[in-house]
């Protein structure tokens, strides 16, 4: 079955420390993952995505396929990074389409001064 | 503003009543979305129409219906309402069936509408 798992509802950090959100999956084939952001009072957006291999805001994720994980990180996290994130699955363009995207519950990132 | 576009934005109503959300997707873009969101819980995936077809479907329940029309909104009903069925309801769009521009897997999400029932 198709799965994304965020373990944390909550992290909290302080300005500058670095920052790991988690991410695992369960996907039988090769998952395209994502993840998206939601700012206060904002729309859900794109934050990344690992066919990229690019890095937003200072964000950078890597696909660790023996791991099934997709961790989003940045080594100095800033006050405006605090937001909603999710990390969301889909199955590519080889398997239908990227009909779906599987998310996760979403992690509640709270950067304090 | 030419972004996906929801309404209403907040709804409250009685269990087994029966309500419709409307979805308007960003202007030139084909897919529209379904998307539940409960109480601590992600994204459920309801379903997707393409250019008035229906393309994909999740866990939608059967009394959940949906359908995209020649101008491309999208209106999801809900009928014979549970206590559990409050929750925010997302619609997202995407150029293709392949969602996303250029197949990216990028969905442009509206701000969504918070179904209450009591």
């Known amino acids: 079955a198709q799965r994304v798992t965020q373990p944390e509802k909550l992290l909290s950090v302080f300005k500058g420390a670095p920052v790991e959100l988690k991410c695992n999956y369960s996907y039988s084939g090769s998952p395209e993952l994502f993840w998206y952001v939601q700012y206060s009072r904002q729309r859900l957006q794109l934050l990344l995505r690992?066919?990229s291999r690019e890095s937003i805001k200072g964000f950078t994720a890597d696909l660790n396929k023996g791991e099934t994980s997709f961790h989003l990180k940045k080594p100095f996290a800033q006050e405006e990074d605090s937001a909603m994130y999710y990390c969301a699955l889909s199955g590519g363009p080889f398997s239908g389409g990227y009909n779906k995207l599987i998310f996760g519950a979403g992690t509640r990132l709270a950067v304090h001064p | 503003d030419s972004g996906v576009t929801q309404t209403p934005k907040h709804l409250i109503t009685a269990t087994g009543q029966r309500v419709t959300l409307r979805c308007s997707p960003r202007?030139?873009?084909?897919?529209v979305y379904w998307y539940q969101q409960s109480l601590d819980q992600g994204l459920q995936f309801l379903i997707q129409?393409?250019?008035?077809?229906?393309?994909a479907k999740g866990n939608i329940l059967e009394r959940f219906s949906a359908q995209q029309f020649p101008d491309l909104h999208s209106e999801l009903n809900l009928s014979s309402l549970e206590l559990g069925d409050s929750a925010l309801y997302f619609c997202?769009?995407?150029?293709?069936?392949?969602?996303?521009?250029?197949?990216?897997?990028?969905?442009?999400f509206g701000e969504g509408s918070r179904l209450t029932v009591l």
């Open positions: 690992h066919i």
């Open positions: 129409y393409y250019n008035g077809e229906e393309r």
């Open positions: 202007s030139g873009d084909l897919s």
């Open positions: 997202a769009s995407s150029v293709g069936a392949t969602s996303g521009n250029t197949n990216t897997g990028e969905l442009f």
